[in-house]
């Protein structure tokens, strides 16, 4: 199992830029667990108040293909986004650190067992006020990184809109 130091969290970029004592602070925040293969460790549609970080073992980012309209549900079919293990430094579920009714926007499934560096949001709030370097960071690096997936996210939308007419011009 990864050992959960500064060095670590170095690496993981929603610390990019802070220093070691901001992040010796973080790390006092961080509460160990392990989950078995098979487990479902964030649900899409599902609220929640913690993000992980995977340590070791191995998820899988899988997005609902179907909408659910007015409360009944269709026959779910699951796309396989990505997949990532203990030597990616990946990190989910961060929204839930910032909003409380924020949705989660994608299944985490364990397929092997995982062992996942958990961060509440209470917690994470009264560090950010208490030490507001920290959450400034945070924040930023978070708007960082939702700008590139936004970015890639349009891109995509744009490619399946232009798939899309093709198809229908046919």
């Known amino acids: 199992m990864k050992k959960i130091d500064i060095e670590f969290l170095k690496k993981i970029p ?3 830029g802070l220093p070691d004592e901001k992040l010796e602070r973080i790390r006092t925040l961080i509460v160990d667990k392990v989950v078995d293969a098979d487990s479902t460790i964030i649900k899409e549609g599902e609220k929640g ?18 909408l659910k309209v007015a409360g009944h549900g269709m026959n779910q079919h699951d796309k396989s ?3 990532f293990n203990g030597s990616h430094y ?6 839930a650190l ?20 958990v961060i509440s949001q209470e917690s994470f709030f009264r560090l950010a006020e208490a030490d507001n370097e ?12 939702i700008s ?9 939308v744009l ?3 232009t798939a899309l007419s093709l198809a229908l011009e046919r």
């Open 49 to 66: 108040n913690e993000m992980f970080i995977l340590l070791d073992g191995e998820v899988e980012v899988s997005k609902s293909l179907l």
């Open 148 to 156: 590139v997936r936004l970015e890639k996210t349009t891109k995509d």
């Open 90 to 95: 990946a990190f989910f579920g961060e929204m």
């Open 98 to 117: 910032f909003d409380e009714n924020s949705e989660r926007s994608a299944s985490v499934i364990a397929k092997t067992k995982c062992t996942l560096a």
């Open 14 to 16: 929603l610390f990019e």
């Open 81 to 83: 986004l990505i997949r």
């Open 134 to 145: 920290i959450g400034y960071y945070v924040l930023k690096n978070i708007v960082k990184i």
């Open 159 to 161: 490619k399946l809109t």
